[in-house]
């Protein structure tokens, strides 16, 4: 059974750093796309950043929302089953609830990401509960 984990949320003042994490067990595929989506109260569910891998060895692919571009790094730790979002420079429009959500590296995915988008909500299997970041002006 997948388990998909965030944690690492918190609260900041604008300009500061946070980084949130995302841990998956259970997952036995060898390819993976992993990305971030976030949910402010009020407005609809956004892509933060993706990565994908399409196995052992393979180059990672990354995507960011022009919003954070420049400002938010994610990154994998394949051998521990983590995702990471460093996320720097926050802005008080960054709070929200953030989400980490995975699956395999499908064709219709790797496509979004050759594009350089991030895949939409709908084609992730699993999802974990969330964390939250609330930056403070």
């Known amino acids: 059974q997948v388990k998909v984990v965030e944690s690492g949320g918190g609260s900041v003042q604008a300009g500061g750093s946070l980084r949130v994490s995302c841990r998956i067990t259970?997952?036995?595929?060898?390819?993976?796309?992993v990305a971030w989506f976030r949910q402010a109260p009020g407005k609809e569910r956004e892509g933060v950043a993706s990565?994908?891998?399409?196995?052992?060895?393979?180059?990672?692919?990354?995507t960011y929302a022009d919003t954070v571009k420049g400002r938010f790094t994610i990154s994998a730790d394949s051998a521990k089953g983590i995702i990471y979002l460093d996320m720097e420079n926050l802005k008080v429009d960054d709070t929200a609830m953030y989400y980490c959500?995975?699956?395999?590296?499908?064709?219709?995915?790797?496509?979004?990401?050759?594009?350089?988008?991030?895949?939409?909500?709908?084609?992730?299997?699993?999802w974990g509960q969330g964390t939250q970041v609330t930056v403070t002006s």
């Open positions: 959500a995975a699956g395999r590296l499908t064709i219709g995915k790797d496509r979004y990401q050759s594009r350089g988008d991030i895949p939409p909500a709908s084609d992730f299997e699993f």
């Open positions: 259970g997952y036995t595929f060898s390819s993976y796309c």
């Open positions: 990565i994908g891998s399409s196995g052992v060895g393979a180059s990672t692919k990354t």
